[in-house]
């Protein structure tokens, strides 16, 4: 009999995949970590019972998390990944050359474990020699342990419900914004404006409070809630609708990016903009 | 015990509403038609297990169907809609003032019985006295029983492998397109290019053999497969990026709908413009 791995999501609905068979299922301080194969969407990354990331799609979620702040930036050369132990943002930081150091801050270790033995095809680019890991809580190590400055930093975290809700503190933020170069920019995942518009407005209020601009974003992520999720990218300068990242990239590297791409991805339901101060 | 309304996806998938009762029950000589209260999500009109519509979240694909191609008009006033007995894009319609008639075609009447009794959001627009409604197979209507001339002829079908497959052939495409007035529009649903991409191939290269142009957009439909849907649009007179229609129309009305969106709309993620010829 078909075996199926069940998402139960808000709002009374779920999603299913049929599953061949379990690949890695471990129990970490903090979490349970699964990797499953999937019939027709290839591997799964499963924590606590939720969807992380799906071989399939995951190129929309670290493409579009990755390459926009990326191209809104004229050269960005020092990046802070917070979360994203799968190692997807990496690898997307990894295609831009002007990029000289990455840090990689998950809380844990078995992720990126269970990651570079299981999902290569975005945790291969773990041991670049460009990426340095840390295994700290993300708004500690901010805090406390990096004295690092950054022109781009990424929350590629799980949801602000749940552990990663110091990532989408105010504080945390104020701590965010004093790390950044100049001209440096801060993104991090929001949630899907179908069924959470509570915490995109939460969201949305304290980046505002923090840092000077702030701008919301879509994509379509088959992985999550509703197809449809959010991006928010924070700066103390203005931030471009348009690539401006003029430096040499392979632009057949990404199979859902490109420059169109870029700026449509700003324009925003009318319900969505409603969420938002005018 | 919560009872849930499944839908079989393709691609080993199945998404799950969780229902608080069954309201209608019926089969027609065509086919099965439910009506379900959702827990969260409002009204689901199913027809043979397939979900047609979710109270929640149709207006986005009701104003995406109707909307980019009635602004793409300077001044639409004949419409033809080839299914869509649900109402919803006949609502889309009457927020323009400009269009004079609509005549909408349906298969099967207890589709629309069932709608006018159970869905008003989406079929109290049924009963305006700028719509004639027709009960016939959509490709025979066109071919045989009308005569009229449209600026706008718009299908809201089911899927193009199931009943509805006359609808996307090439034979349909010719005789619609020899039925559209000058400047006239046709725009057609497509599918999920996460999962269907051979029928977005055959579908692109069907309305090109037929039209001088064809462009594709997308907008997010959470309750389709993947949260990301397809719509094509032909005409042979060359299509604009933006809304072009300037006739007084409220804008307070669109949950979806604006300008920003009606020009991101066409920017296609890279894997969906190699599916298309260059």
């Known amino acids: 009999m078909q075996k199926w791995f069940t998402e139960r999501q808000s709002a ?4 299913s995949y049929a599953i061949k068979r379990v690949i890695h299922r471990n129990k970490s301080k903090y979490q349970k970590i699964e990797v499953l194969e999937s019939k027709d969407n290839g591997k799964l990354l499963i924590i606590d019972n939720f969807l992380m990331l799906c071989e ?54 078995k992720v990126i474990l ?12 773990l041991i670049s020699d460009r990426v340095n890991i840390h295994f700290y809580d993300g708004y500690n190590f ?4 990096s004295k690092n400055m950054y022109d781009i930093i990424l929350v590629d975290s799980t949801d602000p419900n ?17 790390r950044l170069r100049k001209n440096g920019i801060f ?23 923090v840092f000077r601009y702030t701008k919301h974003y879509l994509a379509f992520i088959p992985m999550y809630q509703s197809g449809c999720w959010s991006f928010v990218i924070s700066s103390d300068c203005k931030i471009p609708h348009n690539a401006i990242n003029k430096m040499q990239i392979d632009h057949n590297s990404f199979k859902y990016y490109n420059k169109n791409i870029h700026r449509a991805a700003f324009a925003l339901p009318s319900f969505y903009k409603k969420l938002l101060p005018r």
């Open 114 to 125: 269970a990651s570079k033995k299981y999902l290569p095809f975005v945790a291969s680019s």
């Open 162 to 178: 749940g552990k990663a809700a110091t990532l989408f503190s105010q504080r945390f933020y104020r701590i965010a914004s004093k």
């Open 56 to 109: 399939r799609f995951e190129f929309t979620y670290h493409e579009m998390l990755t390459q926009i702040p990326l191209f809104s930036h004229r050269k960005p050369e020092r990046v802070l990944i917070l979360g994203g132990g799968d190692g997807g943002c990496i690898r997307e930081c990894l295609k831009h050359k002007s990029i000289k150091s990455i840090d990689l801050c998950d809380l844990d270790k």
């Open 142 to 145: 901010l805090k406390q342990q």
């Open 187 to 209: 993104c991090t995942i929001g949630t899907t404006p179908f069924y959470e518009s509570r915490l995109i407005r939460m969201i949305d209020r304290r980046l505002r409070s």
């Open 12 to 15: 009374g609905t779920r999603f």
